[in-house]
Structure formats: structure tokens, C-alpha cells
């Protein structure tokens, strides 16, 4: 892919202060900010109408730093804390826009409510992984589990939009796109952005896109915002960044996420970062009785502590050998996965540990010490190798006994793609000497998620980061603060 | 590479049950072990002796759990709390393995004295990244670097070797040679293994080798352990898994480094982990009062805790824009960095900040904010973006100041890959489904290091897990445990 230089650019079809490519979450939030700081602004989208993959979501905004929400249910939290649990698990590569968005949670919670986004003050205090009901604050990453409990005080932060049906996104998309509308954020949709235009200094000024078949130039007198979603369904892309990819695998989201903003904005200059990062899921709870059960691998071995959010045992699982993990549980606390979707399959109840071994073929003796072991240390009280929370151990001596084959490849895992562009806190795109790309801007699930891999995200690193840094890069873009 | 069938096999030359591929401390420890449990073995070695990168080495042993050095210095550690410790850095990936060697750690370092290791009753309290002189302990990790001081009881586990100067290795590589000598393990010297012989029924049984020219065929009526050590001068591989290592990065250890082992044990059936793993480092410290200054990369930004583990502050300098970062002292602080070998430059000396950002072309204000939020933060004893520990802040306001370029390019990194075989806590060579390989063990540098990273590596990790692994593939070649 390549830019077009403004040389051979005869006439502009329109023009605005800041063109935002991509109308989901984070492409609403930058052009409600741009637009509040007196801007013209367009935004270029493929669909027939807004919407992007927040508008299909579950509906999940990571928040927290105290939180009316989180106070109204008891919890203390603040933008340390949050900082501290945040770098603990995705590390301090972005340490700089952890801190920014930590410090600023609060105050982008509050924003999100006067644009009319919905959060009830009440708490779902189960294992879930979305809320078909319309509670405002769940867990919905690793905060409990080890050793990130030891790091920062444990406290929910998934923030959900209050509307029932597991697509709650709506409700928060709906409301975003009232106040555009109201407020004059102008669109143009079913226009595919082709390639972006750059001047004689080399500044991004424009791009070109594609309506109807027609070619359709549009100059941005200030910047480009690029906000045009992930990379899930470009399949070049995951073959090279993802080769142990089963085919199995779905994509989450909207088929539009082929990485076209990314590869755009690469050609203007752009880096990117943290492309081997993935979130997959095919949970294994609700209902979560069945985190006190035990996942092995082909080698009757535990890899994982069992009550970790479902991406970070997914992320777990992937590396196994030949991706394969199997759920087991006794007759106390049997039960089916809800989520059929992800298509864990029961193998079958055995009358003891020695038939299930030989079952799953499993190394002899592998599963019956695995077993042992495990119950011993749950009688006590403790989980010497993966320190499980005590609320999730029992002793799994309650026969008969169940395995769910959880496998990679013989599951359907949905997943969501991780990296992208390099952006400052400013989210400004950056070279890869750590330039800013003059005239660039971008948010959202194009540019590089602040956690790198599936290990340290949580349900709502999607939808929070991309409201907020897309908030900062509809200001930034008009060069206010 | 491909394995030899034993149909084309005529004859033999030699025999042994236990045959061990590298003399190195693996291969020693395996010799030794295999030797006591009856077993005539047969090490086979490129080089005219026995020696490997070990021999080189400056001798830090990573041990813990509660060793008598640690309790000499008056050190407080258990099992729990050094796997702990490495977990929470090197994450569960390999939790069986890493809880093996904690386990068995004060008894291995009991054996370990027992075979001649020297190893004193002292202990050096200062940062450094090896020792001249011969006290017994020393930090040698991030045990004290946030977050894993919260997680468990920081204690030193770096045990040298009592020996003066920079190759203290030598001193454990002459104890360990000596009682292999004594004992009768057997040696080919100037023996290149070349490829694993394998029988009808898949199991490797033998080795084909290189002799001053003639094939050597060896057969192992028990198994094959591999001890070759690691890749770091196979460039075929070092561009596969390391495409940002600049040219100025050199090996550490000896040219016999060349994964040969590795691509003989994939041959037959072999997995491999984590080849994308590198510890690497040109170390800022000793002396230790440079950790007080910052390292900030070509944005001006501060990325990682200067009080990091040297390895831990190369990796993230590896991540940086263009690989560039700078050490920012102030004139109470200011030292040469004693490593010379490092090759940090000292840029120059400069009256104010202003004078510094605009030379070393940083983005104009960012050093000057980076410095003014650091200093504010030190002057209250704290740092909310690293928490780099309160022992090495000070506000950084005594000019004038310099600059050091510390660059991944512009100075000479040293490095130790970190991947390898595959192998389960009996140190059995493990497919890609988790099966063992029928007659194959594998240890040391050849195998996957127990930390994936220079994140999480600690500075004898190499020789600590190596021996004790070695031992465990020589035991278990023989079918003892």
C-alpha cells in the first residue's frame, strides 16, 4: 500500500478540519471532542451507517480509579491502585499511557454519562464473562487472581452498559451517535479509505477513498484520525502474525476489521507494535463452580491457575502442546459450560481417575498424580504451584468424574487482535524513531491495545481505551488540550 | 538436519549405556549422575576438552530456598518464596519445572559442595554484575525491583563461585571435570556430533560424529543426553529469531555455540520453546549510584526502572524507537560505568537540560518535563511510573548533568540465547504432543531456560538450572530417579 502525494490530487470533493476514518467507538468519541473544539469534521465511513464492532459488543468499559459505580457497590479504588494492577500484568512498555489513562478514569467515566451512556450503580458479584442483565460493575480481568492480588488492591473495573442482551455496546454506541448527530458531526458512509494523501512537507492532508465505485478525495486541513478497528479478518495478516492459529478460530466483531487503517497509516510512516498479541475466549465458566475443577494438558499436567479470566487460560492453552486442555470436574461440582458457543465438549463421566487417564490417553499415572496432588493441597487449604484462590479450591474427590475436551483446535475460540499502530499519549501516531506522522492521529483497536497479549487483557481494553484515547485524539488533532 | 536409521549402520565404533553430547556443566552433572547409577558413559566433545561456555562463565550459580550461604548472610528464604519469585517474573509457563528445581535447590547446592564447588560464607551487599573478588552471594536479579518484591521476600540468589576474577566458572567446571576423571566417565574429544541414530522402533540409539576427519559411530544402549549448549553463533537461527539484533551485538560463551545439538534433537522429533528468547546486556552499573540517574529513550520518555536487573533494562531498551536510550546523571552522581567492555559513551557535559534535549535531538521539552515530574516525584521518596525502589531516588538537580549513550547499536550488548528443547521436570526431550522422545534427555543452554526473557533472567540461570537438570538427565538416562 502506498500514500498518494497532493501533487497529483486535481481537486478535493470535500474538505473538513479533522476526517476521522472509521465510525465505531473510538472514531465517535474523537469527533464529538474535535467537533466541541470547533472543528469541522468528517468522518469516512465503509458501512452503510455508524456503528463499527463496539455497536455488536458486550458492552464492557474497563474503568475504574474510584468510580461512582465502584464506590456505590463498596470498592476502593483509586488511580494508583489501578495503575499498579494495570502495569503489573501488561508490563511498563506503555507505562506512559497507563498513567494518563489511569489519571483520567474517573473524570472519563463522568464524560461518558453526560453523553448519555447508562451505567446502573449495582454489582454482579459472580463469575461472568458479559451480562445478559444490566448490572453496572462485574470482574472482568485478573485482579483476583495470583500474583496480581498481592500487587494491587482486588476491585471490579469491568464497567457494563446498562441494556439487557449480550450486546450491550449499543447502548453506549447509540448514545455517542445521538450527540454527533445533534452536534453537527458531519459522515460519509459506504466510502472505503483507500489510501491516505500527503503534502509536499509530508504531512498527512487527506485521504482517498471509494463510494459506489466512485473515487471520492477528501482534505483534512488539520488531520487525519484513523480509527477504523483491528485486524481479525485480514487473513494475510494472522497467517503471518498468528501461525498457530487453528482453523477453528472466529474472529470477533464485524467483518470490516480487515487492518486497511493500519496498513494506511504504515504507509504514511506509521509503527506499529505488539502484533503477535491476541485475545481468545471460549470460557469455561459461567457457571463458576467449574474453576474448582482442574485443566490439564496432553501431558496430565495443570499449566494455568483455573480461576484466571477466561483470556488468560485461553492464552495458556494455545501454548500447550498440540493446543490441547481438558476441563475436569467431579460429580460436585459438575456442570455444562454456559456459553455454547464455544463448543466444549463433554468426553464423558468415568467411574475413576485411572479409566479417564487412559481415556484422554493421557501419560500412565500422569492424571492420578496431577489429582493427588491437587487434593491434597485443596484439603489444606492451598495451591503450592499456580496459587489458586482459596474461594475456587475443593478437593476433587466427589466421583464420578467429567472431562470437557477444551482444546484449541476442537473448541471454537473467539478472538480479537491486540496490536497496532504506535501511538503517544497524546495519540498522536508515531514513526518508528518515535516521531510523531505529521498530520496523524488514531484510536482504538488499530492502534496497539495497552495490554500486549491475551495473558494481561480484561474485558473492557477495548472499548475504555478506545473512548478515551479517541476523546484525546479528537483534541489533539485540533491542537487543544 | 535428518537422523540416521540404524539399517545403515554396519558397525559401531564405540558403545556406552549413557552417551552425553557436550562437555559442559550439564554434561558433566549428567556424567557424573549416570556414572553412580552404574552406567559406562561416554561424553562426546567438539572441542580437545572438557570445558564449554561454562568454563568461561563468572560462576553465579541461581540458588535459593534457604542454602547455607543465604543463611550465613542472614538471608531468609523457602522453596515457597523463591518459586514465587520466579514465577511472578517468568510467568506459569513452566511451573512443574520451576517448582522441581526450588524444591530441590538446597540439596543441589549441598551436592554441589560436596563434588568440590567452593563457594564462601559471604556476601556482597552492592549492585554488580559479576565478581572479581570471591564472596559467596550476591543480588544477581530483580528480586528487589518492583513488582516482584511485593509478591515475595527479596533475597539475594546469586551464588559465586569462590574464585578470583571475571571466569569464576572455572572454578566449578575443575571440581566437577575432577571427579569425572576419577570416577571413569569416559570422553572423545575433538568429536563433532553430526546426527542421532535412531532404531526401528523410532528410539535414538546412537550418534554419528566427526573425528579429525572420519565418521565416529557411537552407540547408547540406554540414551542420549544433549548438553551442546546454545545458538548463539548459529547466524541462520540469530536471524530467524532475532531480526533487531544490530550487528554490534556479540555472543557471550565459546564458537561452539551453534545449535547443532538443538537441530539433531528436532531431527528426531524434538519440540522447541521460546526461541524468540534473548538476555542480553551491557550493564549502566557497577558503580551502583549510576541506577540513580534515568535512562530515557528518543522521545525523552522514561520507560523502564533504572534499578532493573541490567538484563531486564536491555530488554526494554531493545524495545525502544530505534533500539536508542540515554543515562542522565547529575553531577553528585556522576561515574564511568565500570564494564568497559560495554562500550557506553559518554556524550557530554551539559550546563543545563535545555542544552542537553536539544543534542541529543530529543522531541523539545520532553527531557525537560521527563526530568521536572522525576525530580518532584524523588524529592517525595516516590516514582508512580517504574517504582524504582526508594534506595536509588534522588532528585536529579545538582548540575551539571551528562549523558551517556547506551544504545542497543551504539554499544556492545552481550547476549545468551534462551531457547531450546523442550523437556518435562525428568529432563526427557519432549515432542510436539508432550510425549517424550524414546531415548532422548536433554539440559542446559540447549534446553529452554526456565525464565523466557531478559525480562525475568536473573544471572545464574544458566549454570543453576544446567547443573541441576544435568543431573536429573543423567539419573533418569539410567532409569533411576
Redesign the interface.
Known amino acids: 500500500m502506498n500514500t498518494i502525494s497532493i501533487d497529483s490530487v486535481s481537486r478535493f470533493d470535500d474538505d473538513a478540519d479533522v476526517i476521522i476514518l472509521g465510525y465505531g467507538i473510538a472514531g465517535a468519541c474523537a469527533g464529538l471532542e474535535a467537533r466541541r473544539a470547533g472543528g469541522d469534521v468528517l468522518v469516512v465511513e465503509r458501512a452503510g451507517g455508524a456503528s463499527g464492532a463496539s455497536m455488536l459488543s458486550s458492552g464492557i468499559f474497563y474503568l475504574g480509579g474510584g468510580t461512582d459505580v465502584q464506590a456505590a457497590a463498596g470498592f476502593d479504588d483509586d488511580p494508583?491502585n489501578m495503575?499498579?494492577s494495570m502495569?503489573?500484568s501488561m508490563?511498563?512498555?506503555q507505562?506512559?499511557l497507563v498513567?494518563t489513562y489511569c489519571d483520567g478514569n474517573v473524570a472519563h467515566f463522568e464524560w461518558l454519562e453526560e453523553q448519555g451512556v447508562p451505567f446502573e450503580r449495582s454489582y454482579h458479584p459472580d463469575k461472568a464473562v458479559f451480562l445478559m442483565s444490566t448490572e453496572g460493575l462485574m470482574w472482568s480481568g485478573n485482579e483476583k487472581v495470583w500474583?496480581y492480588r498481592?500487587?494491587a488492591r482486588p476491585v471490579p473495573r469491568g464497567h457494563q452498559v446498562a441494556m439487557e442482551g449480550d450486546a450491550s455496546g449499543a447502548g453506549a454506541m447509540q448514545a455517542l451517535l445521538a450527540r454527533c448527530a445533534e452536534e453537527g458531526v458531519r459522515a460519509s458512509f459506504d466510502s472505503v479509505a483507500e489510501a491516505l494523501i500527503v503534502d509536499e512537507a509530508g504531512r498527512v492532508c487527506g485521504v482517498s477513498a471509494r463510494q459506489f465505485g466512485k473515487a471520492k478525495l477528501f482534505k483534512a486541513r488539520r488531520g487525519i484520525i484513523v480509527a477504523t478497528g483491528g485486524f481479525g479478518r485480514n487473513t494475510e495478516m494472522l497467517t503471518h502474525h498468528f501461525p498457530a492459529l487453528p482453523a477453528s478460530a472466529e474472529p470477533m466483531g464485524i467483518p470490516h476489521t480487515d487492518g486497511a487503517g493500519i496498513l494506511m497509516a504504515v504507509a504514511a510512516g506509521g509503527?506499529v507494535r505488539g502484533m503477535d498479541g491476541l485475545i481468545a475466549t471460549a470460557s469455561i465458566y459461567p457457571p463458576g463452580q467449574l474453576v474448582k475443577g482442574i485443566i490439564v494438558?496432553?501431558?496430565g499436567?495443570?499449566?494455568?491457575?483455573e480461576d484466571s479470566y477466561h483470556g488468560r487460560t485461553a492464552s495458556?492453552i494455545m501454548?500447550?502442546?498440540?493446543q490441547r486442555a481438558y476441563l475436569i470436574v467431579d460429580s460436585e461440582i459438575f456442570a455444562y459450560p454456559e456459553i455454547a458457543s464455544a463448543q466444549h465438549r463433554l468426553i464423558d463421566g468415568f467411574d475413576s481417575i485411572v479409566e479417564m487417564e487412559a481415556a484422554l490417553e493421557l501419560?500412565p499415572g500422569s492424571l492420578v498424580r496431577a489429582m493427588e496432588a491437587y487434593n491434597e493441597h485443596a484439603r489444606e487449604g492451598r495451591d503450592?504451584?499456580?496459587?489458586k484462590h482459596g474461594d475456587w479450591l475443593k478437593p476433587l474427590d466427589a466421583g464420578p468424574w467429567a472431562a470437557f475436551d477444551i482444546s484449541f483446535d476442537r473448541s471454537i475460540y473467539y478472538y480479537i487482535t491486540l496490536g497496532g499502530l504506535r501511538i503517544?499519549p497524546d495519540a498522536h501516531v508515531?514513526?518508528?524513531?518515535?516521531?510523531p506522522v505529521p498530520g496523524l492521529w488514531a484510536a482504538g483497536a488499530c492502534t496497539a491495545h495497552l495490554s500486549p497479549d491475551g495473558?494481561s487483557y480484561a474485558s473492557g481494553m477495548s472499548l475504555g481505551p478506545g473512548s478515551y484515547f479517541g476523546r484525546i485524539a479528537g483534541r489533539s488533532a485540533m491542537g487543544s488540550s
Chains 1, 2 share one sequence.
Open positions: 494508583d495503575y499498579r502495569i503489573a508490563g511498563p512498555e507505562a506512559e498513567r500474583p498481592d500487587i509503527d494438558n496432553r501431558l499436567r495443570r499449566f494455568v491457575s495458556f501454548e500447550q502442546p498440540a501419560p503450592p504451584l499456580f496459587e503517544g508515531l514513526d518508528a524513531e518515535g516521531n495473558k
